[in-house]
T-cell receptor
Framework: DTGVSQDPRHKITKRGQNVTFRCDPI?????LYWYRQTLGQGPEFLTY????????KSRLLSDRFSAERPKGSFSTLEIQRTEQGDSAMYLC?????????????FGSGTRLTVV | KQEVTQIPAALSVPEGENLVLNCSFT??????LQWFRQDPGKGLTSLLL?????REQTSGRLNASLDKSSGRSTLYIAASQPGDSATYLC??????????????FGTGTQLKVEL
């Protein structure tokens, strides 16, 4: 499978617990992005990495959220002390820079439900 | 701040009909525009990518056009089929002055093609 893989597909957690999601991008893609999508809305940007460097973070990414990409390959997104408002689909995407115009490939997402 | 609007929010058509989905954006300084398809509870599948210098792109029964100066794109679906039922999202990638590495999405058009 040469697409973007996300794990787990679904996660149900109790409020206050920590959760961690994983994203494996397409192997030759050096850029990796996290987005969050709530019901009926389009995805919203959270953060992006170029190789192992986290270059941009949205204001949506509160201090309870942390993302890493330690070796420039897979990435993890951790949410600490989850709240019900964190319930959403978390989408990962990757891309390779080819001049100024490149498209994004998205994974299937991780659906988080905080109860 | 870039804002992306998609009209209509929902559309129901009989099988075989040709249809047009609309996307408008407020800041014309974009690098490209990408159309995605999203099935319920799933991730995003890229359909077409139009570079800022292009006017249209075609893939099978899909044709996307871009009028950057007026901030508009359309996705034309010919001879619609029940399998086309999904939510269609457009996303713009801004130029460097607008934060060139994150997509801004519309809220989508939910399409249902009936037998």
């Amino acid at each position: 499978d040469t697409g973007v893989s996300q794990d787990p597909r679904h996660k149900i957690t109790k409020r206050g617990q920590n959760v961690t999601f994983r994203c494996d991008p397409i192997s030759e893609h050096n850029r990796l992005y996290w987005y969050r999508q709530t019901l009926g809305q389009g995805p919203e940007f959270l953060t992006y990495f170029q190789n192992e460097a986290q270059l941009e973070k949205s204001r949506l990414l509160s201090d309870r959220f942390s993302a890493e990409r330690p070796k420039g390959s897979f990435s993890t997104l951790e949410i600490q002390r989850t709240e019900q408002g964190d319930s959403a689909m978390y989408l990962c995407a990757s891309s390779i820079r080819q001049g100024a115009n490149y498209g994004y490939t998205f994974g299937s997402g991780t659906r988080l439900t905080v109860v | 701040k870039q804002e992306v609007t998609q009209i209509p929010a929902a559309l129901s058509v009989p099988e075989g009909e040709n249809l047009v989905l609309n996307c408008s954006f407020t800041d014309s300084a974009i690098y490209n525009l990408q159309w995605f398809r999203q099935d319920p509870g799933k991730g995003l599948t890229s359909l077409l990518l139009i570079q800022s210098s292009q006017r249209e792109q075609t893939s099978g029964r899909l044709n996307a056009s871009l009028d950057k100066s007026s901030g508009r794109s359309t996705l034309y679906i010919a001879a619609s089929q029940p399998g086309d039922s999904a939510t269609y999202l457009c996303a713009v990638r801004p130029g460097l002055t607008g934060g060139g590495n994150k997509l801004t999405f519309g809220t989508g058009t939910q399409l249902k093609v009936e037998l």
